[in-house]
């Protein structure tokens, strides 16, 4: 069981912080929680925490045996300074990896963690980390702690805006009673953060900390509304199995369901279950988050935009979300692809692109050229349209006497770091010869084929097809909604091959994984021709096109691309794949191993059971999702080298398994077909 971690921090020094904790903390004990506190950093001090001692006194005199393992006071310092000035004096530097690891280990064994900070949130940790920072990228909900001294106002505002800023959750604003406070002041100061709270639409409580004058005689408080009453193990329970009996998950039974993890909270690259089980998320909740859950810069433009507009229909309207988002995406497409439909998801980003080639040769006077040429082992949705552009003997067979017939050309065969062999694009060139007066435009998955086939094909093919599309007058459709904006460690997929289509599907990452978004790409000259027939309107429109909230989202996601080394990130995640699974590449059950940017697979002969992997992932604590004959990895872009080594080593874990089965009765394996699309 995996505790809650709060941090407390102060609006300034000497606001009474470490009061404030103990009294939280000693009301945690009063109501049946177990309850722990942590001075994160404490200087001014030889060998023990001043702070520390105050908690314990507070708390009722209780000692902890991990006061005595030098869990709850990881950091102490002898000179009276800041943390970064201390550690600079002393010759060293703040070790923050102890902090977490104390912290986590301490989260563990109790119901409740409380963190005190080291003076504000702006107080520097290192040279590139204030402790909002430190926290914020943690997830710790922010407890802060205030007063009614002059001044108080002005930092509570600025406090609160920093913690905003950095997409922190506030869990409560604490008003210590100042005894030397002017008495007009303390009054009017909790009337005043009350009204900001509410005009800001900050759900969190304003609370009072009563005047303590005794720290082993300190009066009652009343911290019910930021801590409520010990939350039921029966409540997540009842509600899983609500979820049993009337929600249909992906590709699932809602007959004979399969298991399914009880998410509540995630962030970074981890989700936290409901018994308190951290699961690593290697496969970025299918493909989409870029950055990690919940960051807080895309999670703080969501919160802004939400104050002034959640929807507007997009007929007849525009908005600020869905202007500068585009202004930022033609700023990274390539040159000529500037007409821009936002979509709602993968699929209908597909479904656009689609009805885009068709409506082009519609008013070309050409309306016979209505099909298009897909490729075998393509996956690119599960909307009507889109599931007919994919593998026809793949996961929607069920669904063919209903759908669209279009061509199909055989899968790329050649490797993406194999030898080119020209006998590969055969099947293409014969397609385009014999039917190109029937076809509107050719679609593919560029150099990486997902849901159906886990296949990295070689990028001369894609140069090739370029070639052959502008000899027959057949527009050339990438499918990027998987691979676009970083998955394959460039921008776009399509730059492994140095070329540019004429429409472009992007989605996934858009958002950093946080809402659902897609945008289907035309060139300009797609677009004028479209544009120069009848009314010249484009037949498609969602009714929650150009959503300001996910446009906020993309916006901010899309800026993180400038923020931070991703393309050596994800450099280093690909070369920990290629390492990792290596070392399997002489596994009995391995029948192929293939990585790429951030994408990482194993091909098996034998697939593990469902029940093998679950265990399997709460084994490794490495949330994966093996299907068909594969068990892949897409982590976050944030994952560090050690974690894609855990990784690898849960995937290598399933090979074992796998291979274990192979005299075992026929199962269905982990997960036979699954949604990765929208």
């Known amino acids: 069981m995996m505790g809650q971690v709060f941090f407390v921090s102060g609006i300034d020094t000497g606001v009474g912080k470490t009061v404030v904790t103990g009294l939280l903390a000693r009301w945690l004990l009063r109501h049946g929680y177990r309850a722990i506190t942590v001075k994160m950093v404490q200087t001014g001090n030889d060998g023990y925490s001043e702070d520390l001692e105050a908690h314990r006194i507070l708390m009722g005199g209780v000692s902890f045996p991990e006061d005595q393992e030098g869990l709850t006071a990881p ?12 550690a600079t004096l002393e010759h060293t530097t703040l070790d923050l990896g102890r902090i977490q690891q104390c912290v986590a280990t ?4 109790y119901d409740v963690v409380l963190v005190e900070g080291a003076g504000g949130l702006g107080v520097p940790l290192n040279e590139h980390m204030l402790a909002a920072d430190f926290a914020a990228a943690r997830g710790w909900p922010l407890i802060l702690v205030t007063s009614g001294k002059l001044g108080s106002i002005n930092h509570t505002v600025l406090s609160l805006e920093s913690a905003m800023a950095r997409g922190m959750t506030l869990a409560g604003l604490v008003y210590n009673w100042c005894p030397d406070a002017d008495s007009t002041i303390d009054e009017d100061t909790p009337k005043y953060l009350r009204q900001y709270l509410q005009q800001h639409h900050i759900h969190a ?3 009072f900390a009563p005047r303590v004058t005794d720290l082993h005689n300190p009066p009652d408080a009343d911290f019910a509304a930021l801590f409520p009453p010990h939350p039921p193990v029966e409540d997540w329970k009842r509600l899983a199995n609500l979820d049993r009996k009337h929600l ?4 699932a039974s809602i007959g004979n369901p399969p298991p399914v993890n009880f998410a509540e909270h995630a962030h970074g690259t981890h989700i936290r279950l409901a018994d308190g089980t951290e699961l690593l998320d290697a496969v970025s909740s299918w493909w989409c988050v870029a950055h990690g859950h919940s960051h807080p810069a895309i999670m703080e433009a969501i919160r802004q935009q939400s104050r002034r507009m959640s929807h507007v229909m997009f007929g007849g309207f525009t908005h600020r979300p869905a202007t500068v988002l585009v202004e930022r ?7 000529g692809l500037d007409a821009v439909f936002l979509a709602d998801s993968g699929s209908i980003s597909v479904e656009c692109a689609v009805k885009m080639a068709v409506q082009y040769h519609y008013a070309a006077g050409h309306p016979e050229r209505c099909k298009m040429v ?7 949705g599960d909307t009507a349209g889109a599931m007919a552009l994919s593998d026809p003997d793949g996961m929607h067979v069920l669904f063919q006497g209903v759908m669209p017939h279009h061509f199909f050309a055989e899968q790329p065969a050649t490797p993406f770091r194999g030898t080119w062999n020209d006998a590969d694009f055969a099947s293409m060139e014969r397609i385009l010869s014999e039917h190109s007066r029937e076809i509107a435009g050719v679609i593919v998955e560029p150099i990486f084929q997902g849901g159906n086939a886990m296949w990295l094909y070689h990028p001369e093919y894609l140069r090739r097809l370029r070639t052959l599309c502008n000899q027959h007058g057949v527009l050339m459709v990438f499918d990027e909604v998987a691979t676009g904006l970083g998955r394959t460690g460039r921008l776009f997929a399509m730059e492994h091959a140095g070329v540019v289509p004429d429409i472009l599907c992007i989605g996934k ?6 809402m659902t978004l897609a945008a289907t790409i035309a060139s300009r000259h797609v677009a004028d021709v479209i544009s120069s027939r009848g009314s010249g309107a484009f037949m498609h429109g969602p009714t929650f096109m150009g959503n300001p909230l996910a446009c906020a989202a993309a916006k901010a996601s899309l800026d993180l691309l400038d923020q931070y080394d991703w393309k050596g990130n994800l450099a280093a995640i690909e070369a920990g794949f290629r390492e990792g699974l290596s070392a399997y590449q002489t596994h009995p059950n391995v029948r192929d191993i293939r990585w790429l940017g951030g994408i990482g697979i194993l091909e098996l002969k034998h697939m593990p059971t469902a029940a093998q992997t679950a265990q399997n992932c709460h084994e490794t604590g490495v949330w994966l999702r093996p299907f068909g004959q594969w068990v892949y990895s897409m982590p976050p872009f944030i994952t ?23 005299l075992a009765p026929a199962q269905p394996p982990a997960d036979p077909i699954l949604d990765i699309h929208e």
């Not at 301490?106 to 064994?109: D, F, G, M, N």
Request: charged fraction near 15%; charge should be negative.
């Open 75 to 86: 950091q102490i310092f002898h000179f009276p300074a800041s943390p970064l000035l201390a």
């Open 374 to 380: 897909a490729l075998k082992g393509a996956y690119h």
């Open 106 to 109: 301490l989260a563990t064994r």
């Open 509 to 514: 990452t858009l958002t950093g994984g946080s």
């Open 329 to 335: 995406l033609l700023e990274l497409l390539p040159a």
């Open 205 to 207: 409580p304003l609370l």
């Open 248 to 251: 249909w998950h992906p590709y």
């Open 640 to 662: 560090t080298p050690s974690e894609v080594e855990q990784i690898t080593h849960a995937m290598g874990r399933l090979a074992d398994l796998g291979w274990e089965n192979r």
